[in-house]
């Protein structure tokens, strides 16, 4: 399998050449374009993990319900075109094995069906902000696509390291992570519009985006008709 | 202290390198990732009234943040909206900016909210100002790309469209043509620029794409 990154800056997507009897997984929505004989599916969940209850689990990291598979029905290469919601980077992680990578809610765009994705939850927190707290987490070899809102800034992290969670796109789980407010007490975070944050420590890469979606959605929402209108 | 602006144009963000004992003041919620150890204090530039005045009609944050580097550390914030950050180094002279715009200053920069007057508030669009004064350096940001401007004689703009000017230029804020014209023409607003100076104008308008995207919007 191999994984163009289509675009650059702004716009870009991702293009999955699929070799006969490859199977990709994306986000149910994702998928822009497809050669004709790419066949999809769709399903709740991605390879063993249980069910129907991970797609509710899905749905709580801010994720689809759904997951769609595709691979090519007549033993012939085959192409498929996945693109992200926010204007921004899309980047590949190429996984050995040795470590499982965890992904923010929103940023996961796809993997390889070689891998393993489960959602996992972050404690409830983040509630009090409206905060995603939960992760997509993905473990086995393979390609794994996630995107962001803006630019994508790779940092191998050996010490420590403190991320808003708004900016948080993956990280390796050899990283340890706390939530925590950005200093002082919780109710000076509150105040001054500082949001939880993620504490990383100890060894491993992490991936960050520039900007934090619900920032600008704080921005545009006030300028949109209410919802009960 | 060391400055250091990236992904402009599209997608600008600010890293600070902070000495021991140095300081950043942010817009709230700018914080995208720093050193662990940095402390954050909250502060009312300007004092209580003014900081409420700046929170209730122009939308910013009441608190700037403070964040301090016991030791050394790094900081990086970027703005709410997708576009560039630029920086200003003030000398004991001031630079005018608009509602959203800040984004960062060293510490002791007096930030005065300045109100755009009464016809700046039936108009929706909420013409706040903010005065940046004193000595040191000011971060602001824009919505898209930013033409910078020489203004010799006279300019008007969108009012959602001026990022910040400088002090020489004298301004007024009024509406293109009459009330009518004001609250029917979907031009809003303008200033109106006399004099000589430099003013930033940015290419998009975070009013302009709601008005775009309201249509959408299903109750």
């Known amino acids: 399998m191999e994984i163009e990154i289509l675009g650059k800056g702004a716009f870009e997507s991702a293009l999955v050449h699929l070799q006969p009897g490859e199977t990709f997984v994306s986000e149910s929505g994702a998928m822009y374009r497809a050669s004709t ?8 969940h991605s390879r063993s993990s249980g069910g129907l209850f991970s797609g509710i689990k899905r749905l709580f990291a801010g ?38 990578w965890l992904c923010a809610g929103g940023s996961f765009l796809g993997a390889s069906s070689s891998i393993n994705i489960d959602t996992q939850f972050q404690g409830f927190k983040g509630f009090l902000t409206g905060e995603s707290l939960s992760f997509i987490k993905a473990s086995g070899q393979g390609q794994l696509l996630v995107t962001a809102y803006g630019r994508i800034v790779s940092t191998q992290v050996d010490a420590e390291l403190t991320v808003d969670t708004g900016h948080v796109v993956a990280f390796e789980d050899t990283l340890q992570y706390t939530l925590s407010k950005a200093g002082g007490s919780w109710f000076r975070s509150w105040l ?12 491993g890469r992490l991936l960050t985006q520039s900007h934090n979606p619900s920032e600008f959605g704080k921005i545009l929402g006030p300028k949109l008709p209410d919802r009960s209108a | 202290m060391q400055f250091d602006i990236g992904g402009n144009p599209h997608y600008g963000d600010l890293t600070v390198s902070l000495g021991a004992g140095e300081s950043l003041w942010t817009e709230g919620g700018a914080m995208s990732r720093m050193s662990t150890h940095l402390e954050l204090k909250t502060r009312l530039p300007g004092g209580l009234i003014q900081s409420a005045i700046r929170k209730l009609v122009g939308g910013e944050s009441l608190f700037v943040s403070e964040y ?61 100002l903010m005065e940046a004064s004193g000595e040191g350096d000011l971060f602001f940001n824009a919505f898209g790309g930013v033409i910078e401007k020489e203004i010799e004689g006279g300019l008007t703009i969108d009012t959602g469209h001026v ?40 290419t998009r308008h975070v009013s302009a794409l709601a008005g775009w995207l309201t249509p959408y919007c299903r109750g």
């Open chain 1, 37 to 44: 004989n790419v066949d999809i599916d769709v399903t709740t």
């Open chain 2, 68 to 128: 301090t580097a016991e030791s050394s550390g790094m900081i990086s914030v970027s703005p709410a909206s997708p576009g560039s950050v630029l920086q200003r180094e003030l000398k004991g002279d001031s630079l005018w900016l608009t509602a959203g715009a800040f984004l960062a200053c060293t510490p002791g920069l007096s930030l005065r909210p300045r109100f755009g007057g009464l016809r700046s508030f039936f108009s929706g669009e909420g013409v706040v």
């Open chain 1, 192 to 203: 001054g519009g500082e949001g939880i944050v993620l504490n990383f420590s100890g060894s």
């Open chain 1, 63 to 100: 994720e689809n319900f759904f997951f769609s598979t595709y691979s090519t029905d007549d033993g012939q290469q085959g192409e498929v075109g996945l693109a992200p919601t926010h204007q921004g980077e899309v980047h590949v992680i190429e996984m050995d094995g040795s470590s499982d």
């Open chain 2, 163 to 202: 990022v910040a000017w400088e002090p020489t230029l004298e301004y007024r804020i009024k509406g293109m043509g009459g009330l009518k014209q004001t609250l029917f023409s979907g031009e809003g607003l303008v200033l109106e620029f006399t004099g000589r100076g430099k003013v930033w104008v940015q």
